[in-house]
């Protein structure tokens, strides 16, 4: 759930300096684009599950609103943002089209600031499982598909792709636990704060909106979450080894 209060000509600009920064990249380097393009599946699926399970988890609290706009759906029409789908493809983070909410609606039995949490840790969490599945899946194939297949074109353009959907996912489930507004970490932590923690939180939200982009567009955002990302994915592979002994 990435929901940007800033100028859209920002991320504009953001998104132009990336492209135009690993164009030539591509260019040069015909590998890296096969694996852009093979990336693309990984990129679909872990958006659409991401937005879907704020949207389902908003209608298990009571509250309709996603159903009513469309968006408890697996198609990835209903969920891909322009410019988040091109971040996640060429910065390895992004975020897809809002999914609006009432916590207004959310059941009484919980508070709405708990089911904001609830709602928002589901994506996250969502492309953490996805990323789980994808590697059993992964170590099936290696495990009974035999040689010939893992060495034909289909057998590695196939694991190339559930390779990239276990990193993608991962990244992106990952990526939103940062407790910086826009993300999804920033509403999961509220339930965890002191009163005035809280408010001095909601009134200087404009001032992490700047923090963020700025760790954003100069790569600090991936140097803080890459231990995260390999104690997660690290914990992925070993859960993997343990189903499948």
Known sequence: MFNFSLDKKILYIIIAIMVLSTVAQYITNPGALFALVVSVPGVLIAITFHEFAHGYAAYKLGDNTAKNEGRLSLNPLDHLDPIGTLML????????????????????KISMEKGEAIVSVAGPLTNIVLALILAIIDALIIRFAGITFLLSTIGSITKMIIEAG????????????IPLP?????KIIMPFLSYHAKQWFRNNEQIFYIIFVVIWITGI????????????????MTITRLILS
């Not at 955002?221 to 992925?236: D, M, R, Y």
Request: no cysteine; hydrophobic share 50%; proline share 8%.
């Open 89 to 108: 493809l060429f910065a390895g983070f992004g975020w897809g089209k809002p999914v609006h909410v009432n916590p207004i609606n959310y059941t009484r």
């Open 166 to 177: 276990i990193a993608i996912n991962i990244g992106l489930g990952v990526f939103n636990l």
């Open 182 to 186: 826009p993300l999804d970490g920033s």
């Open 221 to 236: 955002a991936s140097i803080l979450i890459s231990p995260v990302i390999n104690w997660v994915t690290s914990g992925i």
